[in-house]
């Protein structure tokens, strides 16, 4: 599976649409998937905004939890890489990055304005 690196500059905003879990390898079994390196890996379902009112979900691995990255929080994405795959007739792209942080919010930015 050939790797396809993401210029994240090109995205516009980027939000936590859905919390970090634990990503499982399979339904029955329930085992949590590990990288070669035994980290646990985690998927982040991340809202990505460009210009105007266009709004995409994608949801990408990581390995090992990204701290203080939760529901409605600005991220910046590091290291995001795409793959194509295809089983049968299905197919699509799936996201993995190397870290996912929060946007520290700007000085002097006070909330609810």
């Known amino acids: 599976?050939?790797?396809?690196?993401?210029?994240?500059?090109r995205l516009g905003v980027m939000r936590c649409a859905v919390a970090p879990e634990p990503k499982m390898t399979g339904f029955e079994t329930k085992e949590v998937k590990k990288d070669r390196d035994g980290n646990t890996i985690y998927t982040v379902g991340?809202?990505?905004?460009q210009d105007g009112r266009r709004v995409s979900v994608i949801e990408i691995a990581v390995?090992?939890?990204?701290?203080?990255?939760a529901e409605g929080v600005e991220v910046r994405v590091t290291g995001l890489e795409a793959f194509a795959w295809a089983m049968g007739d299905r197919h699509g792209l799936s996201f993995r990055a190397n870290a996912i942080t929060p946007v520290a919010p700007a000085a002097g930015k006070a909330g609810g304005a």
Do not use: N
């Open 1 to 9: 599976m050939q790797s396809i690196p993401v210029d994240v500059s």
């Open 46 to 49: 991340v809202l990505v905004r």
């Open 63 to 69: 390995p090992s939890e990204p701290k203080g990255v």
